[in-house]
């Protein structure tokens, strides 16, 4: 596949277009060479990107690093320090960068909430929380009720890196229906309260969310941003695999 | 002391007015009743204004309760849901609600910072991490090297609720001169590498934080925001009681 | 009905949403206590909150107290002096508060305008007035011609607080059309004037209004903001009537 | 005197440049030839700049009219209309305009409010009314207190124009201290009851200005728009007088 | 025809509305008094409205001149210096302003782009050259490729006012489909690479044009501001002719 | 000398600090890896900083590549297409890029204003051209007065890349006292005439320069924007010189 096409089709399937205003992140490519050359035959995939993940993408000699994390937030004012070392590493290595943020956060069945929904077994209920207008996570409802102890011990299946689930056990004695934000969602546990959920799932949190959750009477479960955004990237790995590509994902867990 | 006596001593000691344009909280008297003749005889304070600590000021009898964190961020649409619950434990106990946000956090003796600086046997040498125009931390120097083990350890002796300390240890061995910026802080993680300092001491992270730090080789001290974020209030405590006001300070660890 | 019904029913018979952006007034449920068992059983209605007619709706023991103009305009950044007093006033006798401004003023048929056209025996020939995308007024016909001094007449029959309606003449001597912009409604005087009706009947008007009208020949009668804005708080005073809800109409007119 | 020396000479005793960012008016020249030979001669003055004013300074074969209230708020999208008629007026006539708006409400010796303290006996204490930065009001202190009839009464000697004052009596029984808005001042009713004042006299009055008072307890004179803005530009008249040009005061009461 | 007809019938067909948001002119009628008894026998055209071209317009008794370029760009402040003598010489001579930009330069009939293209030959394919959300330009492919050479002959026909055509021949030996913006349209020249087409034509061209178009392997011609706008008010012109008015275009080239 | 010490000095001495909030160039270091040990041996200078000149820069084996127009010019959202040819031009050559934009046209000694003053063998007489708060040109006065025919034909000896000067000579017949403001300067034609001077000499104008010049009576020279703004680069490489650093001036006229 060319590298052209392989944009196309992942800003195509995952709606880039809708999130465009919204989003702080360059969603698409980001770092690249043009030039109708250039094919796709590996492919990186990482939470985030960083110079130690395109270096690593070098070594397995990708074409493409796909993240959910890119360079550009809001545009680069310099090419300096950090970002220098990231930029380089890519154009060194020949390493394309393709970035997916709040797209993959939210997408009905590719998205990091979709997919924390499916792991926990739950079935998708509707879209859910705002964000200037698009929606960034999943609502979802599980077939029986269970306890926030039960809850909290599959999401310790996952692969936090050194890090504990935290869990503050402020809703009912036992969930059925939840809400889920990847990454930092303790700003939606307003939105989750009014919905009539018993818990909301994310993956950090700040210190406000501790009296937020107690006075909306909110369970909240925080397993870590890195363990909660790996499962969109994986998709995008399934989806790319099935198109021929040679790929690998890069487990770097960050501990937070 | 009368109420708008001590609304203005405070105010003026902590120098609200330079952070008025820049702090999305409304500081000095969030909640109070006008009126000349209310004395301030017994005070509360608190790390987070919540219906939680209004009550618990009330059940000390408080005529005031001086917190960090406050109802108002960027102006309250409705007194509803939870801001309902925490207005009314103020207006039906009678408690008025203080609040200093930023100004407390920067203040260069009685702020967060100054203070933990302070708590880590460090002397201080000016202020750190701009926030549009003010300062909201302090630069901070160590009699001698020390290892970032050591470090922890010591921070380690905060009443966290219920949470370790975490360490992004990709500094240098031994560590001399740090940054502080307490509560959330990790977005100075590169002003404190342009700094030259060996490390930053903050409350909490955000996921990219792993990365700035390794890829700026600093090493970053995550003790909780409402661990470190403490200081600044004590500091006041102590102020109210010199001035002759019965006080006490409500212990809350929220473990964030 | 529970108070969440009710503010649900008359947020959508009002079209709140469609006014969301423009209004600087937070429509809907500004004060109020959560909880699913808060029956409305009395409710009083008034063209402006403020303490006293919340005491006034206390003494009534209502449950909720509809206005025209709220509490918050724009976002309280402080709970102090006036607001205070007012917020302490709902909470202390347990009184929602429930908001509805320019939509209000535009509807169709329950409006400020809609039903001040039916007092002078005009009949409705579209909306008129726009604000930012949104009409806050209407467009009338009378059934035949009258003279400015009839209209004034029959304005004066209106209980304005010991105030004179006012008018400037400046228009044809025989008035058949006309629009209508209750409250403060001045800006619309050139609107009116493209849109080729004879008058434009308003509150009050800000005193360039009177070189505006006398240069676009139109005649602008001013009957009072107060005056003119009775009208949607007695059309939803008696819908709630029809709901089966004990109601009370505050009448405290301010002479302006 | 050469139309630039005069343009030059008012702005800078003025002091225009101050208020530059924060008047929608453009203060200055708002409409006149440029070249170097243009002697102002005769100056006519008048509150609103319209063209019936313009018409009436023509007649008086003025070289140039000095008003408080312009053409310009903002930017004129089109030559069209009502400002077609106005700026035809100047041309064919060929009268410049020169304005000042803000600037001559705040001036402490030429200024509206400034000279309206002088005509109830009073002395200036002060400046008043923050808008945006800059001071459009006065604060001033009688010899001795008065009552609210009295002071009334000294206003109703004002030309309104078929309009009465209106008061707002909610203050103390005895006046002494007040502060002054001209024109549309009752946005400053809190700032004056901080600051303190017993009254505050201002010029018209918006609906909500009767609660804001009610519950400050602040009484409020409002002795008409434009009769409280005939000071500064009679002010203005007698400068002009002094550097020797021939002047004329237009009196055009709006009742308003 | 009336000055209300004509203005209402242009500003349909040009479809001003869809251009309102985006464009710093004010279209439509800039200059004009109002009343119905206003006839448009004579109209006058040209590219820039001036002083002198309305003087022209005058001397030809024009009741209205039509212009690309208006008087007004973001509102005018004042009404002095050149725009005084440019209104003046409007209002002096009775001379109404229609005002026609950027929806004059994208019509896809009557349009400066249009009608450059047919002048070299070639087949409208589709609009060009995003502006905000309009497009400004249009894309066209000829019957048979050309060199850059044969292009520039053509273009050197125009009337450009003692200037030469410019080419910056980065692109293809042979030129098949290019993109037009008229006026200065060198901000587009990566839209129009991207669009994978061989050559831009526009009128005026920045500094930094020189390095975008050899780095994007592009052809760019620059055939003089004027002389690409003189298309879209010649296709006006012919239109009035067409309405039975009387009509002139004014030549009046820059030489830029 | 170390790459900080050379991007210190130059900052401080332009004064960049002062135009950080009005130019949208980053100016500073643009593209550069961070590290101590970076030694500036060798530096090229060239008016626009492009991927020839990077490459040109290589070939003459700089450290750094000082340019007047960079590569970031608001933010960068994508390092792709003409961005990513640039910055890996930089990268793989090991060539960092520094940027002075507005800074270098506005220095009174450096500057290009200030240099081309000097050419044209004109005494600076303060600065000129007002944008946004700081100055980019200057204002300064012949020795005795000369004719357009003659500064055109001093103009005309500048390397302009096969580009004659442009002279719109509408102001007086004898010319001393003169503006220059480099690059594209004819947005300061109206600020040139309200200062008095003859004429503005300015690099390249766009199309209603023609008018505002003609309407405004001023001659403006328009030279070349390449050919204007080479001055002050060449300032900097006599400056790097007088440093000790191995310099070379990329000579690249646009031609426009």
New interface residues.
Partial sequence: MQLADFVDRLNDRLDHDAYATVDAS?N???????GTERPIDRAAFAV?G???TVREAAAFDADVLVVH?G??W?????????E?????A???NDVALYVSHLPLDGHETLGNAARLASFLDAERRGSFGDHGGVTIGQRARLPSPRSAEEIEARLSKLDTGDRSV?TLDFGPDSIEEFAIVT??GTDWI?EA?DAGVDALVT??????????A???GLTVFMAG??ATETFGVRALCDLADEWGIETTFLDRP???
């Fill in positions: 360059s698409g490519l980001q770092v690249g060479a043009g985030d960083v110079e130690a994390h360079f550009v809001g545009g680069l004012d310099r090419v300096t320090g950090i220098y070392d990231r930029v380089a890519c154009i060194e935290r990454g930092s307003r309260a993956g950090e949190g700040k210190q406000q969310a501790y009296h937020e107690r006075e909306a941003h890195y960050t501990g937070l």
